[in-house]
């Protein structure tokens, strides 16, 4: 009886932490229906009467500006994909390198990329910045380089800790059946990898395509904007803002990640247990 009672409080407790987290998404769902001037005045307030536009904002969303807004999800959608992919690529067959050869210069190499996760990006932004535009790393097709060097070290954290759980004999049942090295890790060790590969993929795909920071300080912005620049461009003239329109944006922008989320949320469960506890 006390296990059941102490079920309950805790599920009340749990949920109505949900709805605080859930509140503010709930809030910028209602304002996307207000017209702006009654989203500055009736914040928390539901869209009815006058207040309720219907779609307009999100008309007026996808119209605004010279920029169009299409052309911005483009570009979103392919610096999360190729920035995605390169950190997968390179990240796992390092954590293999590293967890197989094991020596003193692999530690060393681990802990430099489990440190890296550490350091705040305020820190690095500015050399970073000057960098990439010395480098030509300033354009959609390029910036996944520097994505690669932040989304490291949680990569490599986790895939080697799961790789360090992978029975050996399977990787020397392969070299005794002429398998080469890079043709173990793409036959053997990936297929083994997918529980880690899809949970780490699904983190840096949440974290690249909400980042904001990274774009606005490296992309030329005149012709290259993500989802979170454009709407911080949402304004019209005298630096006035279309709250409405922002809203109903920022509604566009998250509900592809939150559907992709609700969808893959159990392999980050898996490959976060499998890269933590193992090894």
Known sequence: MKNMKRGKWLTLIFSIITLVYISPIFIVLMNSFKANTNVKTDTFAWPSGDMFVGWANYLKGFTFGNYPFLKSVLFSFV???????????????????????????????????????????????????????????????????????????????MFTGFVKGLPLEIEEAAAIDGCGPLRTFFVVIIPMLRPTLISVGILEIMWIWNDYLLPYLILDRTEYMTIPIHIQYLQGSYGSVDLGAIMALI?????????????????????????????
């Open 251 to 279: 509604i566009l922008s998250i509900v592809p990640v939150i559907l992709f989320y609700l969808t893959c949320q159990k392999y980050i469960i898996k490959g976060v247990a499998a890269g933590a506890v193992k090894g």
């Open 79 to 157: 610096i999360t994909i190729l920035s995605t992919i390169l950190i997968l690529f390179c990240t796992s067959m390092a954590a293999w390198y590293i967890a197989r050869v094991d020596s003193k210069i692999c530690r060393v190499i681990y802990y430099l990329f489990v440190f890296s996760m550490i350091v705040p990006f305020q820190m690095v932004m500015f050399t970073l910045s000057k960098t990439a535009d010395t480098l030509n790393l300033n354009t959609p097709w390029t910036i996944p380089i520097v994505y690669l060097g932040f989304g490291a070290g949680l990569a490599v954290f």
